[in-house]
């Protein structure tokens, strides 16, 4: 009975003293996790018809360091940009011209990123929320989130209705754009009312509409454009495999907290008020799209430009800085090593007996 008794005592206290810990040292953020990430972005224009194609702009963005989830750690131009610019909202571009690009030749340009993602948890404390100060400039209305149509307003007011706190309110926008919008890529991009009133739309479509239900109860939010995708080492992906739209809701105390709909739809609590690695920002700002071609000369007639947008991740490694998840983990391993080891206490306690 010693034996037993020790091994069972010994659980209990790996277990209690592991779960007191976890649950009184929870901060505000949590980041539990650091990635580095090494890609290379290659933007291929092709000229598919039969005569030159003359002075074609390229704009592409640049990712920018963001609080509590993306630092840019280097940016290496292999084609020196013509410019680098940056707008109201903080997004940088670098502009590249080309000068000619000949019947069925290409351009290439390529960028080498290196950067540092954190994965981070917002434990946020309910009853400890903060006012907002002013938010004006932070609820202005654009062409896809129009937030102020009657439909979206009269939504925003039922779901605020059913809410007891801001943070509420973000919760149950998310889980109702989850319920109710069919994810279904799209061409182009639908504004917000348009998304609810047809009840399908793809990843920019659901932040447009989730960001439009914010501002309709007054609370700052935005949508996000960029690269949604678990990366994976040696791996070549399409634009179409990663580009991904989301939104982020801001929050005193807390900053500008992470939503994904569209991923929410398998995982919902996995991607609210949570960053991965797998979201990397390139701009903020519905319909700011990270790669936009400009009109370009044909002088000797009609002529076919497409653009290809790819990115190869040739660096990926992560670095636990969670003690308390390495708690966690560390009992979801050895309580059952304990069990089991009681287990065989007892088979063999039994035989002893019989014997």
């Known amino acids: 009975m010693g034996i037993k008794k020790a091994i069972t005592t010994l659980l209990i206290l790996i277990i209690v003293s592991s779960l007191g810990y976890v649950f009184l040292t929870s901060k ?102 903060e006012n907002y100060d002013d938010i004006s400039e932070e609820l202005y209305e654009s062409s896809l989130i129009n937030y102020k149509e009657d439909e979206i307003q009269l939504l925003a007011r039922q779901i605020s209705s059913n809410s007891s706190n801001i943070v509420d309110i973000a919760w149950n926008s998310y889980v109702w754009v989850i319920q109710n919008i069919n994810y279904q890529q799209i061409p182009g991009e639908w504004d917000a009312l348009t998304t609810l009133r047809n009840k399908e739309g793809g990843s920019a479509e659901l932040g447009n509409l989730y960001v439009a239900l914010l501002k309709a109860n007054n609370i700052p939010a935005r949508r996000i454009s960029g690269w949604g995708k678990k990366f994976v080492v040696g791996e070549t992906y399409q634009l179409s495999t990663f580009a991904h739209g989301w939104a982020e809701f801001y929050l005193p105390g807390y900053g500008w907290v992470p939503v994904d709909p569209t991923w929410g739809k398998n995982h919902r609590f996995d991607y609210f008020a949570k960053t991965y690695s797998s979201h990397i920002i390139m701009t903020k700002g519905a319909g700011i799209h990270f790669m936009k071609r400009g009109p370009f000369t044909k002088p000797y007639g009609e002529t076919e430009i497409k653009t290809d947008y790819s990115i190869t991740i040739n660096e990926y490694s992560n670095k636990n800085l969670s003690l308390k998840r390495a708690i966690l983990r560390n009992i979801i391993y050895i309580a059952p090593t304990m069990f089991l080891l009681f287990l065989l206490y007892k088979k063999i306690n039994q035989r002893k007996i019989h014997e």
């Open 28 to 129: 505000k953020i949590d980041t539990y996790q650091e990635s580095s990430i090494g890609l290379v972005v290659e933007v291929n224009v092709r000229n598919l018809g039969s005569y030159p194609a003359i002075n074609v702009p390229l704009r592409l963005a640049i990712p920018t360091n963001q609080e509590n989830h993306q630092y840019v750690k280097q940016i290496i131009y292999l084609e020196e940009p013509e410019k680098i610019t940056e707008d109201y909202l903080g997004n940088k571009f670098v502009h590249y011209t080309i000068e000619q690009i000949n019947a069925f030749s290409s351009k290439n340009l390529t960028i080498n990123l290196s950067l540092l993602m954190k994965s981070t948890d917002y434990n946020i404390q309910k009853d400890k929320l």
